[in-house]
């Protein structure tokens, strides 16, 4: 049973993988990635790798776009086609002419892996079968702050016993800034295989190498480790709310609040440093090396930001997939919230920037297989479903309610609750809808609809808060997993 592509970070690496089975046991690929210290010269033959694929993506990129202009005019073309093995038969026909020394005319394309013109070349493919299909537009050329991973996939790809060593084909045995161990175990205990590794330059400047392997794990209940935190009775459903001020609020259907985390606005945090270096890059020499070290302390800054954002997502869902049997959340429209709004300030730039910076795509994302692991139930909430709208005490539905109204005070039965806490308790009272439909069973619900929902009626959502009840300490996040296990 397949539950996508996701990404977490606990500890030393992340994990990126979908489970290929389901059961008490269960073959998963998932990635481990580690951060790397390589030498002077790796780093310069892991920028000409990178630099590689850059030019076979551009090269080809040329040749495409020369062969739509020819089949426009009517003239025969030069590529047989656009996939993967028709880009890679064209550039071996023709690398002896293109990668060559403009002074010598000696060829430099054995310098590198061949994996990374093919690294180059799959990118291409990918772009061009999205933009046929409407998925993405035409795709563009490369500069050179486009960074673009190289993958291996034969050679000598294997992680050191010594535990902070990795061997990758040409670039050799490259130190890394953190400990293998997590991966290491594995390997010597024979429950992983490494099939491939993709090393990347992240914004900051520092190389990361991801390797893809195939892993034997529990899958279910018994992968919950013993010190995990209950959050709610045993299959009790637990609505959890997703948003830009707190990241997850979480409540049970008789409006008990289970969790509460605020979120990490990291990238808001470090906007005033922003600024001021992005002041001093502007008022700086084109191409300086002044300018270039601003920019790199900019990349820094970046990366991060989006470290934090990723440790407190990956910890906040780990805790929800531990600590609750059923989960509902909501089908956000993630893309068309973060879309400009006229007349919204600027056209909605910080409401846009709020909102990128909570990431609620990569929250859904991973509760999506995090869930799967350790044996919880998804349930995916109709995208119209007015959850914030209506009244978690009566039923009663508000037409409209602004995102400055963080209170929900309701007219019919005069019920004062937190905004948040209220979306989360209808969220979980969605359970007893026969329609409703546990996430991964088909396509996503209210995904491509073009209207909404009839309204709810009075008394839909169903009970009443009889009192205020005493919320959870606020900010846990939970805890990552022990040393050698997924998160």
């Given at each position: 049973?397949?539950?996508?592509?996701s990404?977490?970070?606990?500890g030393?690496?992340w994990?990126?993988g979908?489970m290929?089975?389901?059961?008490?046991g269960?073959?998963?690929?998932?990635?481990?990635?580690?951060?790397?210290?390589?030498?002077?010269?790796q780093?310069?033959?892991l920028?000409?790798?990178?630099?590689?694929?850059r030019?076979?993506?551009?090269?080809?990129?040329?040749?495409?776009k020369?062969?739509?202009?020819?089949?426009?005019?009517g003239?025969?073309t030069v590529?047989?086609?656009?996939?993967?093995?028709a880009?890679?038969?064209?550039?071996?026909?023709?690398?002896h002419?293109?990668?060559?020394?403009?002074?010598?005319?000696?060829p430099?394309?054995?310098v590198?892996?061949?994996?990374?013109?093919?690294?180059?070349l799959d990118g291409l493919?990918?772009?061009?079968?999205?933009?046929?299909?409407?998925?993405?537009?035409?795709?563009?050329?490369?500069?050179?702050?486009?960074?673009?991973?190289?993958?291996?996939?034969?050679g000598?790809i294997?992680?050191?016993?010594?535990?902070?060593?990795?061997t990758?084909?040409?670039?050799?045995?490259v130190r890394?800034?953190?400990?293998?161990?997590?991966?290491?175990?594995?390997?010597?205990?024979g429950t992983a295989?490494?099939?491939?590794?993709?090393?990347?330059?992240?914004?900051?400047?520092?190389?990361?190498?991801?390797?893809?392997v195939?892993?034997?794990?529990?899958?279910?209940?018994e992968?919950?480790p013993?010190?995990?935190r209950?959050?709610?009775?045993?299959?009790?459903?637990v609505g959890?709310?997703?948003g830009a001020?707190?990241?997850?609020?979480a409540?049970?259907?008789?409006?008990r609040?289970?969790?509460?985390?605020?979120?990490?606005?990291s990238?808001?945090?470090?906007?005033?440093r922003?600024?001021?270096?992005?002041r001093?890059?502007?008022r700086?020499q084109?191409?300086?090396n002044?300018q270039?070290?601003t920019?790199r302390?900019?990349?820094?800054v970046?990366?991060?930001?989006?470290n934090?954002r990723?440790?407190?997502?990956?910890?906040?869902?780990?805790?929800?997939?531990?600590?609750?049997?059923?989960?509902?959340?909501e089908?956000?429209?993630?893309a068309g919230m973060?879309?400009?709004k006229?007349?919204a300030?600027?056209?909605?730039?910080?409401?846009?920037?709020?909102?990128?910076?909570?990431?609620?795509?990569?929250?859904?994302r991973?509760?999506?297989?995090k869930?799967?692991?350790?044996?919880?139930?998804?349930t995916?909430?109709?995208?119209?479903?007015p959850s914030s709208k209506?009244?978690?005490?009566?039923?009663r539905?508000?037409?409209?309610?602004s995102?400055?109204?963080?209170?929900?005070?309701c007219?019919?039965?005069?019920?004062?609750?937190?905004?948040?806490?209220?979306?989360?308790?209808?969220?979980?009272?969605?359970?007893r809808?026969?329609?409703?439909r546990?996430?991964?069973?088909?396509?996503?619900?209210?995904r491509?609809?073009?209207?909404?929902?009839?309204?709810a009626?009075?008394?839909?959502a169903?009970?009443?808060?009889?009192?205020?009840?005493?919320?959870?300490?606020?900010?846990?996040?939970g805890?990552?997993?022990?040393?050698?296990?997924?998160?």
């Amino acid at each position: 049973m397949l539950c996508g592509r996701s990404t977490v970070t606990v500890g030393d690496c992340w994990y990126h993988g979908y489970m290929s089975s389901s059961g008490a046991g269960a073959l998963v690929v998932q990635a481990y990635r580690f951060a790397l210290d390589p030498t002077a010269r790796q780093r310069r033959m892991l920028a000409s790798h990178e630099g590689a694929a850059r030019f076979a993506f551009n090269r080809l990129l040329a040749e495409v776009k020369a062969d739509i202009d020819r089949y426009h005019a009517g003239e025969p073309t030069v590529l047989d086609g656009w996939s993967l093995a028709a880009l890679r038969r064209h550039w071996n026909r023709r690398k002896h002419q293109w990668a060559v020394n403009p002074v010598s005319g000696e060829p430099w394309w054995p310098v590198n892996s061949k994996e990374a013109y093919s690294s180059g070349l799959d990118g291409l493919a990918r772009a061009l079968k999205s933009w046929r299909s409407g998925r993405g537009r035409f795709p563009r050329f490369r500069k050179r702050r486009h960074r673009m991973g190289v993958r291996f996939t034969t050679g000598a790809i294997r992680v050191e016993s010594d535990r902070r060593h990795v061997t990758l084909p040409r670039i050799g045995r490259v130190r890394t800034h953190e400990s293998t161990r997590k991966l290491a175990r594995r390997v010597e205990a024979g429950t992983a295989r490494i099939l491939a590794a993709t090393v990347r330059q992240d914004a900051a400047g520092r190389w990361h190498v991801a390797f893809t392997v195939e892993v034997q794990r529990a899958v279910g209940k018994e992968a919950r480790p013993a010190h995990a935190r209950r959050l709610a009775p045993e299959w009790q459903p637990v609505g959890v709310d997703v948003g830009a001020r707190d990241l997850i609020v979480a409540a049970t259907a008789d409006g008990r609040e289970v969790l509460r985390v605020p979120a990490p606005r990291s990238l808001g945090h470090a906007q005033a440093r922003l600024r001021r270096l992005q002041r001093r890059r502007a008022r700086q020499q084109r191409g300086s090396n002044r300018q270039q070290r601003t920019t790199r302390r900019i990349g820094r800054v970046h990366a991060r930001a989006a470290n934090m954002r990723r440790d407190t997502i990956a910890k906040v869902t780990t805790a929800l997939a531990h600590g609750c049997d059923h989960l509902v959340i909501e089908d956000l429209n993630v893309a068309g919230m973060g879309a400009r709004k006229p007349g919204a300030g600027n056209g909605g730039r910080a409401s846009n920037r709020a909102l990128a910076d909570a990431a609620l795509a990569e929250v859904h994302r991973q509760l999506a297989y995090k869930t799967r692991w350790y044996g919880a139930d998804l349930t995916v909430a109709d995208r119209w479903h007015p959850s914030s709208k209506t009244c978690s005490g009566c039923g009663r539905q508000k037409p409209r309610l602004s995102l400055a109204e963080r209170t929900y005070h309701c007219d019919g039965c005069g019920l004062t609750l937190d905004r948040d806490r209220n979306a989360a308790v209808n969220l979980a009272r969605l359970t007893r809808d026969p329609k409703m439909r546990p996430a991964g069973s088909g396509p996503v619900a209210g995904r491509g609809a073009d209207h909404e929902t009839d309204p709810a009626h009075a008394g839909d959502a169903g009970g009443r808060e009889a009192s205020t009840l005493h919320q959870p300490e606020l900010g846990k996040t939970g805890t990552a997993s022990p040393q050698g296990e997924a998160a």
